[in-house]
């Protein structure tokens, strides 16, 4: 509803009674309020609708407003009558604003009326026409055009897939291009302007703006062909000329602006025929027009450039056969130039190739040797003057009329050894050769030499392509050859002996390739007892009192030692008997123990207990060394007497003759000794005290000599130990003797010695029988005596289970890092240097040289693989860290040993480029020849791909190294 101003005073009105409305309204605001409900609407006067007549594109708005006379003067709005509109006919707000529809209606012109609310029948009306969007057009593309048919691009706005294009108000062909283009075609049959315009189809058509495009006559046109040339001097060449847009087509043609030519540019006819001066004129461009006869400035013009006549070259003979290996000269004659010289090529190829043949600056072809896939070659000779000129013959090349034959024409040959060969000529009375090896006369070195009688020489190492190729090529003519094909072949490995290596892992810190030989050539049995024979490996005093040094020694001691097995024993008897660096920091103190160790390997282990136990380095590992009587002085220490139960000789737990437990009557083990046996033997022990050194002066941890008994310490009340009584009053050195009783005739010794030695030597897992077997041995030499280490090792060593050499599923040992590296450097006849400094390697290892943890050494005796039955107890410290870092040191050794290592690949080099006989080759000397064929398959793809022999050698050593094949002792 509209609001509208009340209708001022007329012209005539008087001032005064233009002074009476405001006095009239107070008035009539009494009337009204006098009369309340009864006051009636006044009529002013009729109802006007503005804009009255309008027009309205879609997508636009308008506001209507109403003049109202009528009070109140609010109305109602309606489109086409219908109140507020609707989407047909638009819509139109309570305040006149007007919304046209999406579309058009089909009668776009509707009727928008304001109606009186208070007098229905009062009614203002205007008309609005709702058209389509204007079609803007801003220009036209080409302009002007020409008579004819024409395409001309509208640029514009609003344009729909429906405009119209216009021509002088007439509709044209019209393409859609987009909202901004449209494509009009059409035709134009005479000059003047043409009216363009875009006309939008009803309901609601509009036509857009006019834009004119001026029409012009079709212009005369030349064209000539070719437009530029070259003509040589006294020939002729033929023009061309087009004329369009003129029914009159002739022409005149020129040259250099002269009508026909001269005899210095040269003449050209009424058929645009030019022939060329016999002269080079200057400049030696000329210019050939073409101009209409119809319309003289219209011609068209092509650039002729003059040259000499050409350089031909002719070669003699044009074709040829020729026998390969054998030559034939060619000629060529060389005209229009005064330089002749000619290049001679073949095939392409200036001087030919070994391939298609040779041809000197003579034109002396010499045949290939061999006959190449086509037969047929070009022998072309061209112009140095003018490489454009050439000439060539045709080559046909045929077999030699000698022929060669070798025999055999197969063979295969194993490096280092040689075949003979026999070259058969015919053809020729001259039947000589020469001989050679993949093209090299004589050969080489590397694929192998022959001499002058055919014998043929296989290389030392076989090669990179392990084919090779004998030629016998005739000396009278040495494209006639013959040839053999020869493959080389490693020789095989040799195998390695099985027992005598499974013997020499057990008996020593890894075989080598000596000691296979030595023990395989002897027997087991007789290379034992020179194992015994030989002297122990004087263990040396380092400089600076360094345990390092020693540390490094022992290393290099480990797989430099000549007597393997006295140093194999003593490494399983100190995890026994068991000292460590970690107390024990000077190497004074720790070699008394290694020497003892040394000393008793293959003698009685009740003199290693009894040394041991007076060894300083005992003293100051287990507290023994002033160990003394209780008193107010102090008493004796437990820490010695305990281990020498527990770890030296019987153990926690009573066993039975083959090392199981001893049960009671309720299906429980039997401990061996109790607290009270620790403290009677700790009596027994007391009173060992520290050698005064020679010459005098403190005795404290003097290391130069073993213990010495100080009565005045010793206890002397009578004890009694497991089951013993030992009487009062002995002296130091008969509690001892007594104490060594005790434990040398207790039944637990012998098999617990004898377990920890066969784990230790041979397998984790012994069965209860191989067990016995060496205890018996243990308990009783053969002749009455116990203890005998050389009996036991050899008991041990020549036992049927060590000496079973298909394993069953519990036989084996994990091999810790000392043995598994060790091994692995005597394996490559190698070995640790004796100035490495590689221990602290086996420090992070959990294997540190000379330095274990705690008295039960590097690892416990009793620790089962995980989540097994089965003992194991190297895999405490095989962690994935600790394989991780073996393969790491393994992986060094291999690639840069920095002189910490040394090892020897050479025996590995001939089957550097043999895969099989390579992994082969590896199988027999770490795995003795137990390698499975899937691991060997694994191996050769993995060490295939290796940039050279060196690579596929240490990929090979370092992926079977690191497997659990070698990394177990089975």
């Known amino acids: 509803m509209n609001p509208t101003l009340p209708p001022t005073p007329s012209a005539g009105q008087s001032g005064t009674s233009r002074c009476l409305p405001a006095f009239l309204s107070l008035l009539t605001l009494f009337a009204l309020l006098a009369t309340g409900p009864r006051a009636q609407a006044q009529v002013a006067g009729p109802i006007t609708v503005y804009p009255e007549n309008s027009s309205l594109e879609i997508g636009g708005n308008r506001q209507f407003s109403a003049y109202v006379p009528i009070s109140p003067n609010t109305v109602v709005w309606s489109v086409n009558d219908i109140i507020g509109g609707n989407a047909t006919y638009g819509t139109i707000t309570t305040n006149g604003n007007y919304l046209p529809p999406a579309v058009p209606p089909s009668n776009n012109v509707v009727s928008i009326k304001a109606r009186s609310t208070a007098y229905p029948t009062s009614v203002g009306t205007a008309q609005l026409t709702i058209t389509r969007p204007y079609p803007w057009l801003w220009s036209v593309s080409p302009s002007p055009l020409v008579i004819g048919n024409y395409e001309v691009s509208f640029n514009g706005a609003n344009f729909t897939t429906d405009s119209q294009a216009l021509c002088n108000g007439v509709a044209v062909t019209s393409i859609y291009v987009s909202a901004t283009k449209l494509i009009a075609r059409g035709g134009t049959s005479q000059p003047g302007t043409n009216q363009f315009s875009v006309r939008q189809p009803g309901p609601g058509a509009v036509v857009g703006n006019v834009i004119a495009a001026p029409v012009t006559a079709v212009p005369?046109?030349?064209?000539?062909?070719?437009?530029?040339?070259?003509?040589?001097?006294?020939?002729?060449?033929?023009?061309?000329?087009?004329?369009?847009?003129?029914?009159?087509?002739?022409?005149?043609?020129?040259?250099?602006?002269?009508?026909?030519?001269?005899?210095?540019?040269?003449?050209?006819?009424?058929?645009?025929?030019?022939?060329?001066?016999?002269?080079?004129?200057?400049?030696?461009?000329?210019?050939?027009?073409?101009?209409?006869?119809?319309?003289?400035?219209?011609?068209?013009?092509?650039?002729?450039?003059?040259?000499?006549?050409?350089?031909?070259?002719?070669?003699?003979?044009?074709?040829?056969?020729?026998?390969?290996?054998?030559?034939?000269?060619?000629?060529?004659?060389?005209?229009?130039?005064?330089?002749?010289?000619?290049?001679?090529?073949?095939?392409?190829?200036?001087?030919?190739?070994?391939?298609?043949?040779?041809?000197?600056?003579?034109?002396?072809?010499?045949?290939?040797?061999?006959?190449?896939?086509?037969?047929?070659?070009?022998?072309?000779?061209?112009?140095?003057?003018?490489?454009?000129?050439?000439?060539?013959?045709?080559?046909?090349?045929?077999?030699?009329?000698?022929?060669?034959?070798?025999?055999?024409?197969?063979?295969?040959?194993?490096?280092?050894?040689?075949?003979?060969?026999?070259?058969?000529?015919?053809?020729?009375?001259?039947?000589?050769?020469?001989?050679?090896?993949?093209?090299?006369?004589?050969?080489?070195?590397?694929?192998?030499?022959?001499?002058?009688?055919?014998?043929?020489?296989?290389?030392?190492?076989?090669?990179?392509?392990?084919?090779?190729?004998?030629?016998?090529?005739?000396?009278?003519?040495?494209?006639?050859?013959?040839?053999?094909?020869?493959?080389?072949?490693?020789?095989?490995?040799?195998?390695?002996?099985?027992?005598?290596?499974?013997?020499?892992?057990?008996?020593?810190?890894?075989?080598?390739?000596?000691?296979?030989?030595?023990?395989?050539?002897?027997?087991?049995?007789?290379?034992?007892?020179?194992?015994?024979?030989?002297?122990?490996?004087?263990?040396?005093?380092?400089?600076?009192?360094?345990?390092?040094?020693?540390?490094?020694?022992?290393?290099?001691?480990?797989?430099?030692?000549?007597?393997?097995?006295?140093?194999?024993?003593?490494?399983?008897?100190?995890?026994?008997?068991?000292?460590?660096?970690?107390?024990?920091?000077?190497?004074?103190?720790?070699?008394?123990?290694?020497?003892?160790?040394?000393?008793?390997?293959?003698?009685?282990?009740?003199?290693?207990?009894?040394?041991?136990?007076?060894?300083?380095?005992?003293?100051?590992?287990?507290d023994l060394a002033y160990s003394t009587k209780p008193g107010p002085g102090g008493g004796a220490n437990e820490n010695y007497a305990r281990e020498l139960m527990q770890l030296f000789t019987i153990g926690l737990w009573q066993l039975n003759a083959d090392g199981s437990l001893l049960l009671d009557g309720y299906g429980l083990p039997m401990t061996t000794y109790d607290q009270r046996t620790v403290a009677q033997m700790a009596l027994a022990l007391t009173g060992w005290v520290y050698a005064t050194p020679p010459g005098g002066g403190s005795s404290w941890e003097y290391a130069g000599a073993p213990m010495v008994p100080q009565e005045a310490r010793h206890d002397t009340t009578a004890k009694s130990i497991l089951g013993r009584n030992l009487p009062a009053n002995q002296t130091v050195q008969q509690d001892l003797e007594s104490v060594l009783d005790c434990l040398m005739s207790h039944p637990n010794i012998a098999p617990f010695i004898a377990t920890r030695l066969i784990r230790s030597l041979v397998t984790s897992n012994p069965s209860g029988a191989y067990i016995q077997r060496v205890a018996s041995v243990f308990a009783n030499n053969g002749n009455g005596v116990a203890g005998d280490l050389k009996a036991v090792v050899t008991a041990i060593l020549l036992d049927p289970e060590a000496r079973q050499d298909t394993p069953v599923a519990t036989q084996g040992r994990l091999k810790e890092p000392i043995l598994q590296v060790s091994g692995f450097l005597r394996a490559l006849n190698g070995g640790f240097s004796s100035t490495q400094q590689l221990t602290y390697l086996f420090d992070y290892m959990a294997q540190s040289v000379l330095n274990p943890p705690s008295v039960f050494s590097w690892f416990s005796p009793l620790y089962r693989v995980p989540h097994s039955s089965l003992f194991g107890p190297e895999f405490q410290i095989y962690s994935p860290t600790e394989a991780t870092l073996r393969g790491n040191l393994l992986f060094g050794m291999l690639n840069y040993s920095g002189g910490d290592t040394v090892i020897d690949l050479s025996p590995f080099q001939p089957y550097g480029n043999d895969m099989p006989n390579l992994v082969e080759a590896v199988n027999q000397v770490l795995l003795y020849g137990r390698m499975p064929a899937a691991i060997k398959q694994v191996l050769i793809d993995a060490a295939t791909p290796g940039y050279d022999a060196r690579s596929r050698i240490e990929t090979v050593l370092y992926l079977t190294a690191l497997s659990g094949l070698y990394a177990v002792q089975y």
């Not at 044009?318 to 005209?335: D, H, L, P, S, W």
């Not at 454009?388 to 050894?417: C, D, H, K």
């Not at 490094?552 to 068991?578: F, H, K, M």
Request: no cysteine.
């Open 220 to 622: 005369t046109t030349v064209a000539i062909s070719p437009t530029a040339t070259s003509v040589s001097l006294g020939t002729t060449r033929t023009f061309v000329s087009t004329v369009t847009g003129n029914t009159n087509t002739a022409v005149t043609w020129s040259v250099n602006g002269i009508i026909g030519g001269s005899a210095t540019v040269g003449t050209i006819s009424a058929t645009g025929a030019y022939t060329a001066p016999p002269t080079l004129p200057s400049p030696a461009t000329v210019t050939i027009r073409a101009t209409s006869v119809a319309v003289s400035t219209a011609y068209a013009q092509a650039t002729v450039t003059l040259v000499p006549p050409p350089v031909t070259v002719t070669v003699s003979p044009a074709r040829a056969t020729v026998e390969i290996g054998t030559t034939r000269t060619f000629a060529a004659t060389v005209v229009n130039n005064t330089n002749t010289s000619v290049t001679w090529s073949v095939n392409g190829v200036n001087g030919g190739s070994a391939t298609v043949g040779t041809i000197s600056a003579a034109g002396v072809y010499v045949a290939p040797s061999v006959l190449p896939a086509s037969t047929t070659v070009i022998v072309r000779a061209t112009s140095v003057a003018n490489p454009s000129a050439y000439g060539q013959a045709t080559v046909t090349l045929t077999p030699p009329s000698v022929v060669v034959a070798v025999s055999p024409s197969t063979a295969t040959v194993q490096v280092g050894s040689s075949r003979t060969f026999t070259a058969t000529v015919t053809g020729n009375t001259n039947t000589a050769v020469t001989w050679s090896v993949n093209g090299t006369t004589g050969g080489s070195a590397t694929v192998g030499t022959i001499s002058a009688a055919g014998v043929y020489s296989a290389p030392a190492a076989l090669p990179t392509v392990t084919s090779v190729t004998i030629r016998a090529s005739s000396v009278v003519n040495a494209a006639a050859f013959g040839q053999a094909t020869v493959t080389l072949a490693s020789v095989p490995p040799p195998v390695v002996w099985l027992p005598g290596a499974r013997f020499l892992e057990q008996a020593s810190f890894g075989p080598t390739p000596a000691t296979l030989a030595a023990v395989q050539q002897k027997g087991i049995p007789a290379y034992l007892q020179e194992q015994f024979a030989l002297p122990a490996t004087v263990i040396p005093t380092p400089t600076n009192n360094s345990m390092g040094e020693l540390r490094n020694w022992v290393l290099y001691n480990y797989t430099s030692a000549p007597d393997q097995l006295r140093q194999r024993v003593i490494y399983s008897l100190s995890q026994i008997v068991v000292t460590s660096a970690n107390k024990l920091i000077y190497p004074d103190m720790m070699l008394p123990w290694m020497r003892i160790l040394s000393q008793h390997a293959f003698g009685n282990y009740r003199d290693l207990l009894r040394d041991v136990t007076m060894s300083p380095s005992m003293g100051k590992y287990l």
